[in-house]
């Protein structure tokens, strides 16, 4: 039988070499680099584009907007006006009940008893 404790050394030795060539290879091309110019702060930021971003939110703020006025048109069903009472049911409009937006509908009674 061969023994094997011979070659261990030298197995690992040459790891060691490797690693150590491998080492100083990375370390003369970082020593090889050369500085042409200092670094210098951009005048002005190049992003975010603020009056760009501004006008596409806009633009975006505007058509969610109409989407939303054009949605909620669509989904109210029923009659709004005087008009589209009588066209729908071909007949005058003899009375409505007006809409009133106070707290207490009871006080223009009150100040309008004949209204």
């Known amino acids: 039988m061969r023994s094997t404790a011979g070659r261990l050394p030298i197995r690992i030795f040459s790891v060691q070499f490797i690693a150590l060539e491998s080492r100083q290879a990375a370390q003369n091309s970082i020593a090889q680099a050369q500085i042409n110019d200092n670094a210098e702060p951009p005048q002005s930021s190049s992003w975010p584009n603020r009056p760009l971003l501004f006008l596409l939110s806009l633009i975006a703020g505007f058509g969610v907007g109409i989407a939303v006025i054009v949605t909620q048109d669509m989904l109210v ?3 709004r006006s ?3 009472v009588e066209s729908e049911l071909g007949v005058p409009l003899i009375a409505a009940i007006p809409n009133i937006r106070q707290d207490h ?3 223009i009674v009150v100040d309008k ?3």
């Open 77 to 79: 069903t029923g009659m």
């Open 82 to 84: 005087i008009d589209e």
């Open 105 to 107: 509908p009871a006080d």
């Open 113 to 115: 008893p004949t209204s």
